[in-house]
């Protein structure tokens, strides 16, 4: 069994910053991803970061400049944002890949209002 769980998340005015984690446990042979997903009601789930050994890291258009995805160490990851909008407002969702299967979090709600 491999858990993720994702941390972090909450309100924060326009122009503020949030940090998210996530962190995987279980039976980790070997890890190849780790990303960061976000999704509004009614829209498709779309890709904020992700990071691998292999590949560096990638970023949303939307979210580029704004936003940095790291690892805190072999099994955690953070999402730090930056400059946060209105339009950044979804459930943030970490996806872990593991040994060739993917594992998704149960999500954590950030909101961007004044």
């Known amino acids: 069994q491999v858990h993720v769980v994702e941390s972090g998340g909450g309100l924060v005015q326009p122009g503020g910053s949030l940090r998210l984690s996530c962190t995987v446990s279980?039976?980790?042979?070997?890890?190849?991803?780790m990303s960061w997903y976000r999704q509004v009601p009614g829209k498709q789930r779309e890709l904020v970061a992700l990071?691998?050994?292999?590949?560096?890291t990638t970023y949303g258009d939307s979210v580029k400049g704004r936003f940095t995805i790291s690892k805190d160490n072999a099994t955690t990851v953070v999402l730090q944002m930056n400059s946060l909008k209105p339009e950044d407002t979804a459930m943030y969702f970490c996806?872990?890949?593991?040994?060739?299967?993917?594992?998704w979090g149960q999500g954590t709600q950030v909101t961007v209002s004044s």
């Open positions: 996806k872990a890949n593991v040994g060739g299967t993917e594992y």
């Open positions: 279980g039976s980790i042979r070997s890890m190849f991803l």
């Open positions: 990071i691998g050994s292999a590949v560096g």
